[in-house]
């Protein structure tokens, strides 16, 4: 059973639900970020909604999937709680990395997450090697790669792709493109129209679909799905889509028109799915708000979580490490600043 069954209103519902919740997560998480509240680096999924949550809910429970350095959506969409979201973004101890991944290597290997990813294209070899433990182990679930328009040009991406083909694995590409890598337009990335005639080269299927209509990329994925499990190996799909916000918070966006944004956002992937279902008689205004303030009590209660979460202790850095020896925290910073092999004070040796 699909995690989430579109076919009934209450799936629908349930769907819409959690393009909510993604979206108000990250607007959170770009105030908390501009405020300094949360170090690092936040790339926001505001507009992309459909597509994490039209996949996942497509896939069960015990499917895995693999994210991107844009990926609180995917997060939220598998089922991931916004709590320890959160509290990783805040690297608070309690976060699903215990704080020191932060929100680029949010990870739940329980939940099928098998993490996001700081290195463009390093999602779709982790999905293949998942789909070959999957079919070595003779069990019935398929594992699903995320990445972006940017990413179809990795190396690792095609060799991903040529290896789950020629073996025949039960995984599922699913390019988001949101026409921008970092600051550079699809069509200055790519010499093809559609991503999705890159499958042709390792004979895979590989489609288009609308990326904000959450019905149309989750049909595709059930298809997808249903020809992984069967034997029939891999699907390329292509999910065209658009990030609101710049590449990272803070970025100013000179590669881009307003009006490019403007006529995207028209498009909003959450107001055209609620109106559907209200043209269909499916929702009322008063039930779209209910579920908007229930997905803004979600996040505010992740938020106050996070905020007054422990912080890791300084002597648990080199918890959860494979290697038995790890050098002194002092003592190796010491030994930094001895050989000037790297910067330890800001830059300067
Ligand atoms: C291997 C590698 N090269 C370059 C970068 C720097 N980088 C971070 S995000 C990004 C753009 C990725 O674009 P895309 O795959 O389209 O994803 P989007 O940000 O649009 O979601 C780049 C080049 C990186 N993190 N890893
Ligand atoms: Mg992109």
Excluded at 158 to 181: K, R
Excluded at 248 to 268: H, Q, S
Excluded at 278 to 292: S, V, W
């Amino acid at each position: 059973m699909a995690t989430i069954d579109l076919e009934t209103e209450a799936g629908r519902k349930e769907a819409l639900r959690r393009m909510l919740t993604i979206r108000w997560f990250d607007e959170t998480a770009g105030e908390r970020f501009a405020d300094g509240e949360i170090p690092g680096f936040v790339h926001l999924y505001i507009g992309e909604e459909a597509v994490g949550v039209g996949a996942c809910a497509a896939l069960e429970e015990d499917d895995y999937i693999t994210s991107t350095h844009r990926g609180h959506g995917h997060c939220i969409a598998k089922g991931l709680d916004p709590k320890f979201m959160m509290a990783e973004l805040y690297g608070k101890r309690d976060g699903y990395c215990n704080g020191k991944g932060g929100s680029m290597h949010i990870a739940d290997v329980d939940a099928g997450m098998l993490g996001a990813n700081g290195i463009v294209g390093a999602g779709p070899p982790l999905g293949t090697g998942a789909a070959l433990t999957i079919e070595q182990k003779g069990e019935d679930r398929v594992a699903l790669s995320f990445l972006g328009d940017g990413a179809v040009a990795q190396g690792q991406v095609h060799s991903a792709v040529n290896l789950a083909a020629t073996w025949n694995l039960p995984v599922i590409f699913l390019v988001e493109n949101n026409h921008y890598g970092e600051g550079t337009p699809v069509e200055e990335q790519h010499n093809v129209e559609n991503l999705s005639a890159t499958a042709g080269a390792y004979n895979v299927p590989g489609i288009t679909v609308d990326g904000m209509d959450v019905t149309a990329v989750n049909e595709a994925v059930i298809e997808a799905r249903e020809r992984a499990r069967s034997g029939d190996g891999p699907t390329f799909i292509e999910a065209e889509t658009y990030r609101f916000h710049g590449h990272f918070e803070g970025d100013e966006e000179l590669y881009r028109e307003d009006d490019e944004v403007e006529r995207w956002k028209a498009r909003d992937p959450i107001d055209a799915f609620s109106e559907r279902l209200m043209d269909r008689g499916e929702l009322t205004e008063e039930e779209f708000e209910e579920l908007q303030a229930e997905a803004e009590a979600t996040i505010e209660e992740a938020l106050e979580y996070a905020q007054s979460a422990e912080e890791p202790a300084p002597d648990e850095a080199y918890d959860d490490m494979f290697g038995a020896e790890v050098p002194e925290i002092t003592s190796f910073a010491q030994q930094l600043r001895a050989d000037g092999s790297g910067r330890t004070n800001g830059g300067e040796r």
